[in-house]
């Protein structure tokens, strides 16, 4: 199942923000159904960079055992992603600095609708 994602930058500080290439993992259960790719770029002082990111999601590495048939009954998958975004921000056009923020979110797919529900980000 492929799915598109629409996920942002936030840049707070007063200067811009360069980003490295990075991945953006899904997992189920603690098991990885598939990963996306967000591409390097920047987002300019104080603004937000928004795009998206398409996610190829399998099941191929979940095992038989496991809760999904109960969860493809109920409608609902719950899934986890986790991000590291790493790059350098330049202040005031004279100082850099190197930051990278992890993301981590919780959310459910409901499966007829193809839309994600009760997304929790930290």
Excluded at 29 to 42: M, S
Excluded at 83 to 92: A, E, N, V
Excluded at 98 to 122: E, F, G, P, Y
């Amino acid at each position: 199942m492929g799915m598109v994602t629409e996920t942002g930058v936030k840049n707070t500080i007063f200067g811009q923000f360069k980003y490295d290439n990075t991945t953006v993992d899904f997992y189920y259960r603690d098991t990885k159904v598939g990963e996306g790719v967000v591409e390097r770029g920047r987002a300019k002082w104080r603004s937000t960079r928004m795009f998206n990111v398409i996610i190829d999601l399998s099941s191929n590495n979940i095992s038989s055992n496991s809760q999904l048939a109960n969860d493809v009954n109920s409608g609902i998958l719950p899934l986890t992603t986790w991000s590291r975004l790493r790059g350098r921000g330049t202040i005031m056009f004279f100082m850099e600095k190197n930051k990278s923020v992890n993301m981590n979110c919780t959310m459910d797919l409901a499966i007829r609708t193809r839309q994600l529900q009760n997304v929790i980000c930290n």
